[in-house]
């Protein structure tokens, strides 16, 4: 069973660290079976409930940011409409580790919540023999929102 992140000191609310509990683990089964995963999401309703999200262009193998500005945009007017209080939209993604010059891959949940809190959390991982998938540190920034605007920051 993919191992949870259990680093809290960056999470500025326990909602968005109960998303973050869901969704990278999910990333993570999602290497261990398939070694790639498409973009996804969650959101946490106004009312508490947790629902997962995907994106869908009609096409076998859509670009990553075409799903992403999809969920997007829908994470944004759900937001307008006070219809979420939380949302998620986990990528597989190339950054750089704090201390490090080069870039590796890393699962990113990319993590907003109404109250004003906005972080992209990365959990760099290697791939190894036979599949095998090493995790580094998991590391946090803060973001720009993206689905959480107001109507002038919306474009």
């Not at 191992?3 to 500025?12: G, L, Q, Y």
């Not at 990113?108 to 109404?114: F, G, K, P, Q």
């Amino acid at each position: 069973m993919a191992e949870r992140a259990k680093h809290t000191d960056f999470m500025p609310h326990a909602e968005l660290e109960k998303l973050m509990n869901m969704m990278l683990p999910f990333g993570q089964q999602m290497l261990k079976k398939h070694g790639e995963f498409f973009p996804y999401g969650a959101v946490i309703t106004s009312k508490g409930e947790v629902v997962m999200k995907a994106a869908y262009d009609g096409t076998e193998q859509p670009p990553s940011e075409k799903l992403i500005e999809m969920m997007t945009q829908a994470f944004r007017g759900e937001a307008a409409a006070g219809k979420i209080r939380a949302a998620c939209i986990c990528s597989d993604v190339r950054t750089i580790q704090p201390g490090q010059t080069e870039k590796t891959d890393a699962i990113c949940a990319a993590l907003e919540h109404e109250c004003g809190d906005f972080v992209s959390v990365f959990l760099p991982y290697k791939k190894g023999w036979f599949g095998k998938i090493r995790y580094s540190d998991i590391f946090a920034v803060k973001r720009d929102p993206r689905f959480f605007v107001s109507g002038e920051n919306s474009s």
